[in-house]
């Protein structure tokens, strides 16, 4: 693990990697553990992967069983412990859905004192590489994305599989974020661990953005929690073990980068839903 050295007006965020399991009451206790740790050493956010909440390797009826309503006790222990530390919380979770057969695959951000400011529904689901999380969790609405400010920058919100796909970040800065948080599951397998750097970075330097990656810890996620700068540049990693890393992130560091790299002014081409 590495931690990027504050300047200037820096906000510092941390990505969290853990292993979630099928016990709600030990992940909640981790999220707890690791977002103290990372408050203690000056984060005032924390990111968190997806599926936190609850994952088993493969989906079945418990996942509908161990799904939760926004505003459930989940969400309701993660208003408590962004309020007892400070810090805002980013993390995936098991939503459920009145009158479906499947779950959703969440991102909720919750403010000390504010409780959940945005959240996000998984919009590119994982039918891919043998996989098929489609049979157990819906597809979120395209909508508009919904931010929320922290340390004087706006925050917003993807998931895992949506990094292979450009637009939903590229929609993400022009809704005006300064940073993308992604939680994620990434599934290990050849060449997988190649991927999630080269995508997350790429995410990051085509949008001269900060992106906040967070993922399991092995031994079914690929580990490698990163924060990435808007020059594509790895401020803090976390290889295959349970831990958090921090970096500091500015508005300084953003508009400094957009002069040299004015891409977002320069491209020709906006995004639009099929």
């Not at 945005?118 to 994305?145: C, M, N, Q, T």
């Not at 993308?180 to 001269?208: I, S, Y």
Request: proline share 7%; net charge negative; glycine share 8%.
């Amino acid at each position: 693990m590495t931690e990027a050295t504050p300047s200037g007006s820096a906000f510092a965020i941390a990505v969290a990697q853990f292993a979630p399991g099928a016990d709600p009451s030990a992940n909640r206790a981790e999220i707890a553990r690791l977002a103290e740790l990372a408050a203690s050493r000056g984060a005032g956010l924390v990111v968190f992967p997806e599926y936190s909440s609850y994952f088993t390797p493969e989906a079945g009826e418990e996942w509908l069983e161990a799904s939760e309503p926004v505003g459930g006790p989940f969400t309701q222990a993660l208003a408590v412990l962004a309020d007892r530390l400070g810090v805002h919380l980013v993390v995936g979770m098991i939503e459920r859905l009145e009158g479906e057969r499947r779950v959703a695959n969440t991102v909720v951000a919750v403010a000390p004192g504010a409780g959940v400011v945005a959240r996000y529904r998984k919009l590119h689901l994982y039918d891919a590489f043998g996989e098929r999380e489609s049979d157990w969790v819906a597809p979120g609405d395209i909508a508009e994305p919904e931010l929320f400010e922290a340390g004087g920058l706006r925050f917003g919100l993807q998931t895992c599989y949506d990094a292979r796909f450009p637009e939903v970040t590229r929609r993400i800065v022009d809704a005006g974020a300064d940073v993308v948080c992604m939680p994620a599951e990434w599934v290990r397998g050849p060449l997988k661990e190649a991927h999630w750097r080269l995508l997350t970075t790429a995410r990051a330097l085509e949008n001269t953005m900060y992106v906040a990656a967070a993922d399991h810890a092995p031994p079914f996620g690929a580990g490698n929690s990163m924060i990435v700068d808007p020059m594509g540049v790895e401020l803090a990693t976390i290889g295959e073990a349970t831990d958090v890393a921090i970096a500091w992130v500015s508005r300084e560091r953003i508009d400094a980068v957009r002069r040299i790299n004015p891409a977002l002014e320069l491209r020709r081409f906006g995004v639009s839903p099929r």
